[in-house]
């Protein structure tokens, strides 16, 4: 398997843009996840899906964030407008849903750098 | 809230030691996971710890949790230049139940190894 893929890799737009960061999970995984990193913050978890479904949207820092999942191998983030303070790796992963003995690992992708200028 | 600590936040050590990173949570979990994150790079998945004093090992990494003392250790043993990385835990909030949740990372430890 080609593991998660992601584009753009790298994203520099100017305030005020659109921006759309795409993102095919692992073939056959129910999950899919949404994490931002930034130096300050660290890693965060924005959004969450389980069979395309989103299950805790809590940490979407703003209503100019949005996350969709339309079928089983594509999910998009967007934001609009776009602001210097967005400016992060947003990394997408996936995983399987886990049993009750077993559970296996989160599969990140390579990230999307995005600057906001 | 769910809360993660890891110490220490840096580290920088000679090759052929040990030493240990810590990881603290705050709340009851299933799930414990270790990353490494190389400059750059995505996160790379090392362990996923399930049960209390489960113990895993990947050659000189081992890993450990202790759910009652929600603590647990990544050991790094007779280190390697090729370890120097940022080594992430996390915690899967999920509690009980089944199914699986977003994680909660610590800020990552920045283990420097020097020849």
């Known amino acids: 398997d080609a593991g998660v893929i992601q584009s753009p890799r790298h994203e520099v737009t100017e305030m005020g843009q659109e921006v759309t960061l795409r993102c095919k999970p692992i073939?056959?995984?129910?999950?899919l996840f949404w994490y931002r990193q930034t130096m300050m913050r660290g890693l965060e978890l924005l959004i969450y899906?389980?069979?395309?479904?989103?299950?805790?949207d809590s940490g979407m820092p703003e209503d100019r964030f949005s996350a969709k999942m339309p079928n089983a191998s594509f999910s998009t983030l967007k934001i609009q407008p776009s602001e210097p303070r967005d400016s992060a790796v947003y990394f997408c992963a996936s995983s399987l849903y886990p049993s009750s003995t077993w559970v296996e690992t989160q599969y990140f992708g390579p990230g999307t750098r995005l600057l906001v200028l | 809230e769910l809360k993660v600590e890891q110490n220490p936040l840096f580290l920088s050590m000679q090759e052929g030691k040990n030493y240990t990173i810590y990881c603290n949570y705050s709340?009851?979990?299933?799930?414990l996971y270790w990353y490494r994150q190389d400059p750059g790079k995505s996160l790379e998945s090392l362990f996923v710890l399930l049960s209390n004093g489960a113990v895993k090992q990947e050659g000189r990494l081992m890993a450990s949790l202790d759910t009652k003392a929600r603590l647990s250790t990544l050991h790094i043993t007779a280190a390697v230049h090729d370890l120097s990385a940022t080594y992430f835990c996390?915690?899967?909030?999920?509690?009980?139940?089944?199914?699986?949740?977003?994680?909660?990372f610590g800020k990552g430890t920045h283990l420097i190894i020097q020849p």
């Open positions: 073939s056959g995984h129910d999950y």
């Open positions: 709340t009851t979990s299933d799930r």
């Open positions: 899906f389980n069979n395309n479904v989103p299950i805790d």
């Open positions: 996390a915690v899967d909030s999920t509690y009980s139940g089944g199914g699986a949740d977003g994680l909660t």
